[in-house]
Structures are given as structure tokens and as C-alpha cells.
């Protein structure tokens, strides 16, 4: 998982931030100190062991956002159609004005999952302008994107020409600002009316393959957050043109390193830190083999629904669990870190009742292979986690322990010594 603990007690408050990255097991005092900053500021969450919180989804590394400017050409023709062949989402990065995509096409892609989010209307320096042009600007073209492009809520905006304005007023409209220092987040940035981004294309710093992946190595060693900024693509004219070609081994890199680097939108990202910090998560209930567990935040739900990933280790006599909030199954791994087999889940803050239930999920032996000398090649599929004894018979109704096998990901391919003309093999979960 390219991960090692990455247990977490969040806690963020006035500016201040309270948050801590264990690497071992956390002390109840540190669970109590950050309930009272929590108490004192009124902002932050808390998640008790043995609750951990992932810094990014699914506990990856690092998280990445690719961000398209100026609405150029080839984002739509050759940009986005590379993305949805990856699964990935971009941010597309958009003046209302000058310019100006024209809805259609910006619909389309927030229609494919993509963000559409503010470049202000007339792409002019903020820095420039009084409080009342900035307001102008800034909510101006919110409006205009929130009013054409339905699916989505424009939460974001990139400054022209990297040009913070006053970050007060960029506050009252957008989660987040992007500017172009070319620095590294942090897992929580000091102040998100400034995140950083990396120029990328002939007049930046990004244009190979390795640049992205360099940078992208960099967020992982410190759980950070790396955003590229791209303008043009080929010869359509935009500024700073990257080669598609360049952009193509980027995602394909991206895609078959996905336990590591978390692809996603700006917003998203924004989201998730958010809701992160902001969590409560407490258990409400445990009958032995049924926890129920509410994960609250006091963020507007109608704009902080991204899922955030807990896990825990499973109880003990539990091969698997089942998740699902309200009455509805939701995605759960279960998986080794260091010597503790875990549940890992996502769920949405304030979307209901957690409820994680002790399963056993079947357990099979197939593709059986005979091979000499005398030894016979089997698959075993179970529960990832989850230790089997292999018990072999000669008659059905005598067997005796072959070996146990605790299985790493979900299916293994086992060898066992074939010492008899016939004989039978059967797997049985081992508590
Ligand atoms: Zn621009």
C-alpha cells in the first residue's frame, strides 16, 4: 500500500494546526488533548483508537491534481478522452468571459466527472483590482458556472497569472485558490487561498515523464499533495505546451501506480482534507459481531460529500467484515499492515449509521495441477487476511492438517506434497 502507519488523530483549529501523524499506537492522552483543542476551537474532529483515518483515500501516499487553465483546445479533444480512458478526473480551470469554452462543452465534461471550476470572468490579475472588482470577479463567474453546469458546484478558483487577490474575500466564495509558486502541500495546507502548483510545459518546470513522476515521489515522502498546472497541448496555441504524448505516459504512469498516488480533482482533494480534519468517528454500539459507528463533521453535507477512509483492525475472531452505511454495502478491503489485519472502508460524514458485521466469506480450492515428482499445485481463494487450515483425507472421513495458510491478498497458489495414488484436500477457515 506503499504505506506504513498512517493512523491518524486530526485536528485543526484557528488557523493552528493540531495535526498529528502517529507512527505507533496513539495514547489516550493525545486522543484527550485533541478533544480539548476540539472544545476550545469548536472546529476540529477526533477519531479514537482503534479508528485510524487515511491522509488520502484507500491510506495512499500522495494526493495529485492536474489542473487545466484557459479553457485550450486540445484539453477537450485530447486532455479529457485520455482521462476517462483512465478513470482519472481533471479540474478544468475556466473564465465565464474571456477566453470562454461555452457551456456545452463544459457541461460535458462535468457530466464525465471533471471539475469546472473558476478562472475568474475576464482572466485579470486580482492583485490589481479594489475589494469590490475582485467580488466582481470572483462571484460573478461562480454564479455563471453554478447556473449552467448543474451537476457539479463550482467550490474552486485559479488566480490569473498565479496573482493572489485578497484572500478574505476569495474565502467567502471558493474552498480553495490555486496559485504557481511550484512548492509541495502538505497533507493540510496552512492556507488554502494559496495552494501551489507546478507550471508544467515548455515555459515550466514539468516536461518529461520524470519530471511528473519525480514530483509525485516527493508529495509521497511527505504525505503531501502535488498540483500541475497545464495550459496547452501540441500546437493549439495555449501557453506553454506540453506535449499530449508526454501527458499520455503521465496518466499511464498514474494509472498502474494507483495504490500509491491518489489522482483527483482540486476540489475533491480540498474536500477530503476538510472532511478529514473535521471528523468524529465513535462507535455507538458492538454486540460481538455487529459494530455500528457514526462519522460526523459539522461541514455543510451538501458540499463535503467526498468519502473519507477509516480502517480498524478487525476484531478478534473476525475473518471479514461487512460495511455498509445506511443499509447500503459500501466498498471494504480487508488487509495486512505490518502483523494486524484490518478492514479498511470508505464512507461519507453525516450520510448515516456505519455498520460493520463479522462475515466469513467462502472459501475455495481449484485449478488443481498434478506435477512431478509427486507434487500437487492448488489455488486457494478466501478472504484476504483471513488463515486456512488445508487438511488432506484419504477416505473423507479421517483428515489430517496438510498446513495453514494465511492468505495476503485474496487467492494463493499453494504446493503440497502428493504422496498417495488418492487423495482429498479441503481448506477451512482457521480462527
Ligand atoms: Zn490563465
Given at each position: ?79 479529457i478522452p485520455m482521462f476517462n480512458r483512465a478513470g482519472f478526473k481533471l479540474t478544468l480551470f475556466s473564465c465565464t468571459g474571456t477566453l470562454f469554452a461555452g457551456w456545452p462543452t463544459l457541461q460535458d465534461a462535468a457530466a464525465r466527472g471533471h471539475e469546472v471550476a473558476s478562472h475568474t470572468v475576464t482572466h485579470v490579475s486580482l492583485g490589481g483590482l479594489t475589494d469590490a472588482q475582485q467580488v466582481a470577479e470572483l462571484k460573478n463567474s461562480q454564479d455563471a458556472i453554478n447556473a449552467n453546469v448543474t ?281
Amino acid at each position: 500500500m506503499g504505506d506504513e502507519m498512517d493512523g491518524t488523530i486530526y485536528g485543526q483549529g484557528l488557523g493552528l494546526v493540531a495535526q498529528r501523524e502517529h507512527t505507533g499506537v496513539k495514547t489516550r492522552a493525545g486522543c484527550c488533548l485533541t478533544l480539548a483543542l476540539s472544545t476550545w476551537f469548536s472546529l476540529a474532529g477526533a477519531v479514537s483508537p482503534p479508528y485510524e483515518m487515511g491522509t488520502w483515500p484507500a491510506f495512499r501516499s500522495a494526493a495529485l491534481s492536474f489542473t487545466f487553465d484557459d479553457s485550450c483546445s486540445n484539453q477537450f479533444v485530447l486532455a479529457i478522452p485520455m482521462f476517462n480512458r483512465a478513470g482519472f478526473k481533471l479540474t478544468l480551470f475556466s473564465c465565464t468571459g474571456t477566453l470562454f469554452a461555452g457551456w456545452p462543452t463544459l457541461q460535458d465534461a462535468a457530466a464525465r466527472g471533471h471539475e469546472v471550476a473558476s478562472h475568474t470572468v475576464t482572466h485579470v490579475s486580482l492583485g490589481g483590482l479594489t475589494d469590490a472588482q475582485q467580488v466582481a470577479e470572483l462571484k460573478n463567474s461562480q454564479d455563471a458556472i453554478n447556473a449552467n453546469v448543474t451537476t457539479q458546484r463550482c467550490v474552486t478558483l485559479a488566480y490569473p497569472f498565479c496573482v493572489e487577490g485578497n484572500d478574505a474575500l476569495t474565502a467567502q466564495y471558493y474552498l480553495a485558490a490555486r496559485t504557481c509558486s511550484g512548492q509541495i502541500m502538505p497533507s493540510t495546507p496552512a492556507n488554502f487561498m494559496s495552494i501551489s502548483s507546478y507550471v508544467c510545459g515548455s515555459a515550466g518546470s514539468v516536461q518529461t515523464l520524470q519530471n511528473f513522476t519525480s514530483l509525485a515521489n516527493s508529495a509521497a515522502s511527505s504525505k503531501g499533495w502535488c498540483v500541475f498546472l497545464i495550459h496547452g497541448l501540441d500546437s493549439d496555441g495555449g501557453y506553454s505546451p506540453l506535449p499530449s504524448a508526454t501527458l499520455q505516459q503521465t496518466v499511464n504512469y498514474f494509472s498502474t501506480n494507483q495504490n500509491k498516488f491518489w489522482v483527483q480533482t482540486f476540489g475533491n482533494v480540498v474536500r477530503y482534507i476538510q472532511e478529514r480534519n473535521a471528523a468524529f468517528v465513535g462507535e455507538t454500539g458492538n454486540d460481538g459481531d455487529r459494530i455500528s459507528l457514526q462519522v460526523t463533521n459539522t461541514l455543510d453535507s451538501a458540499v463535503f460529500n467526498y468519502p473519507i477512509t477509516l480502517r480498524r483492525p478487525l476484531p478478534a475472531g473476525w475473518p471479514g467484515a461487512a460495511v455498509s452505511q445506511n443499509d447500503q454495502r459500501v466498498p471494504a478491503q480487508m488487509l495486512y499492515v505490518g502483523s494486524t489485519n484490518y478492514v479498511m472502508f470508505d464512507v461519507v460524514p453525516n450520510g448515516g449509521e456505519v455498520v460493520l458485521a463479522r462475515e466469513v466469506l467462502p472459501v475455495m480450492l481449484n485449478n488443481p495441477v498434478l506435477s512431478t515428482p509427486a507434487s500437487f499445485k492448488l489455488r486457494l481463494e478466501g478472504q484476504a487476511g483471513a488463515r486456512y487450515a488445508i487438511q488432506a483425507s484419504s477416505d473423507l472421513v479421517n483428515w489430517s492438517p496438510v498446513q495453514t495458510s494465511t492468505l495476503v491478498s485474496a487467492a494463493t497458489n499453494l504446493t503440497l506434497p502428493a504422496l498417495e495414488a488418492r487423495r482429498y484436500y479441503r481448506a477451512q477457515w482457521a480462527p
